[in-house]
């Protein structure tokens, strides 16, 4: 099975696919068929991170696929342990010695850590020099607010390609939308079903909940599709890079089928509407080391 995928070309001119896998909080046993039944659906782009400890796995599994590694766009994340130049040089060849590939596609930094903001932009300088000498094909950054991306921007030189984000119906960060595009930069989301409001909250309310809310199932029904799928579609249309993540194979194609309908205007606006304004994860402002104190081994 093979299906069709949508590319979109960021700020230097790579194409990235509209549509990934993430395997955030895929245990090592499970992301290799996971990601192995990405491919064979038609997944052309996996999303891990250092931080995800499954570099390994997910390297394991696209040379056990039939798809050839070029066809493949492979984007990992720098953790806040390996920020400063020096160590992000060190977490970036440790990660490449994990996954298994002489090159990545997108590399991005997991977290502003505003409070050490020197460190961050150290890393960033590390990441541009690993694009200049050809590891890399395009930087980016995760959870940055615009201001972080001001201040990185005043200090560096290449402007993130992607910034990866918390973003969902219930949190659709539209602020943060029209500064990406005023920049040229990629929105991708990260939990674009709502599933980071289900991580810590199981007693949640189906008005709480965008897969069982009554907007979203009303929409499922008109089109003979899931909740996901509605909500996978209304970030097409926006525009937004998805990474949905699963390690069931029949969860994991029925998140990419989402390419043979489409949502009208009335019917985006009205998921719009569905903002909460209420952030799920962690907030940025507070990232740094001391959040979360653990550390990247080699």
Known sequence: MQGFNPTITLNNGVEIPAVGLGVYRSSPEDTVEAVK???????????????????????EAIRESDVARDDIFIQTKLWISDYSYDSAM????????????????????????????????????????LMADGRIRAIGVSNFSPAHIERLMAETDIVPAANQVELHPFFT???LIDFHKKHNILTQAWSPIGGVQRYWREDAKPEEDPLTHPAIAALAKKYSKSPAQIILRWHLELGISIIPKSVKTARIIENFDIFDFALTADEVASIDALDTGKRGGPDPEHSDRKAFPFVIED
């Open 173 to 175: 960060q539209k602020a």
């Open 37 to 59: 039944a990405a491919l064979v659906a038609g997944y052309r782009m996996i999303d891990t991170a250092a931080a995800y400890r499954n570099e390994t796995e997910v390297g």
């Open 90 to 129: 060190h977490g970036f060849e440790r990660s490449m010695k994990k996954l298994g590939f002489d090159q990545l596609d997108l590399y991005l930094l997991h977290q502003p850590a505003p409070a050490e903001f020197d460190r961050t932009v150290g890393a960033y300088k590390a990441a541009e020099k």
